[in-house]
T-cell receptor
Framework: GNSVTQMEGPVTLSEEAFLTINCTYT??????LFWYVQYPGEGLQLLLK?????DKGSNKGFEATYRKETTSFHLEKGSVQVSDSAVYFC?????????????FGKGTRLHILP | AAGVIQSPRHLIKEKRETATLKCYPI?????VYWYQQGPGQDPQFLIS???????DKGSIPDRFSAQQFSDYHSELNMSSLELGDSALYFC??????????????FGQGTRLTVV
């Protein structure tokens, strides 16, 4: 079946450190890939997305590249800030009506220390 | 810009009671999804609707039911509530489907506490 696996947290970094959160997926077909972020006490917000192989999604200094050969969509940021502290969810979804729900990974909690 | 509206934001119910959660999608979005997120857990898909018809069903208990109305808003009805139903319930909406050119937009969630 379709699934998403992401690195377990929590991940604790100092401000201005480099961030990588690993995400791999298993899917039949060609999904779109997403990173969602959940700040404390808030809902899920789309951070970035990629809809086909080799696409790079980017937003707010975060980047992720859709790697079909390694079935990965790792999230990276060159210099994290305290305000980036949140839970990050990798997710996949499909176009079409048969299986159009989003499937989430278990989330990675990120703590950034000042 | 209009977002997905969920009501109520917080709800406290006793065991064996009934709860109704409402979701108002972004205008012109025709697809609604419901997710349940337990404490420290990832969101779990419950059910989805496209054009007022159920399109997919996930791990939704038989005690729960949902529907999408003619104005595209959706309601999740939960009966015989159990302590384990305490969670954050998210609604999301999209245009036709989640896929290459669209994504789901999430509401702020309804936090249900069963006591």
């Amino acid at each position: 079946g379709n699934s998403v696996t992401q690195m377990e947290g929590p991940v604790t970094l100092s401000e201005e450190a480099f961030l990588t959160i690993n995400c791999t997926y298993t899917a039949t077909g060609y999904p779109s890939l997403f990173w969602y972020v959940q700040y404390p006490g808030e809902g899920l917000q789309l951070l970035l997305k990629a809809t086909k192989a080799d696409d790079k999604g980017s937003n707010k200094g975060f980047e992720a590249t859709y790697r079909k050969e390694t079935t990965s969509f790792h999230l990276e940021k060159g210099s994290v800030q305290v305000s980036d502290s949140a839970v990050y969810f990798c997710a996949l979804g499909f176009s079409g009506n048969r299986d159009d729900k989003i499937i989430f990974g278990k989330g990675t909690r990120l703590h950034i220390l000042p | 810009a209009a977002g997905v509206i969920q009501s109520p934001r917080h709800l406290i119910k006793e065991k064996r009671e009934t709860a109704t959660l409402k979701c108002y999608p972004i205008p012109r979005h025709d697809t609604v999804y419901w997710y349940q997120q337990g404490p420290g857990q990832d969101p779990q898909f419950l059910i989805s609707f496209y054009e007022k018809m159920q399109s997919d069903k996930g791990s939704i208990p038989d005690r729960f039911s949902a529907q999408q109305f003619s104005d595209y808003h959706s309601e999740l009805n939960m009966s015989s509530l159990e302590l384990g139903d305490s969670a954050l319930y998210f609604c999301a909406s999209s245009s036709r489907s989640i896929g290459r050119n669209t994504e789901a937009f999430f509401g702020q969630g309804t936090r249900l506490t069963v006591v």
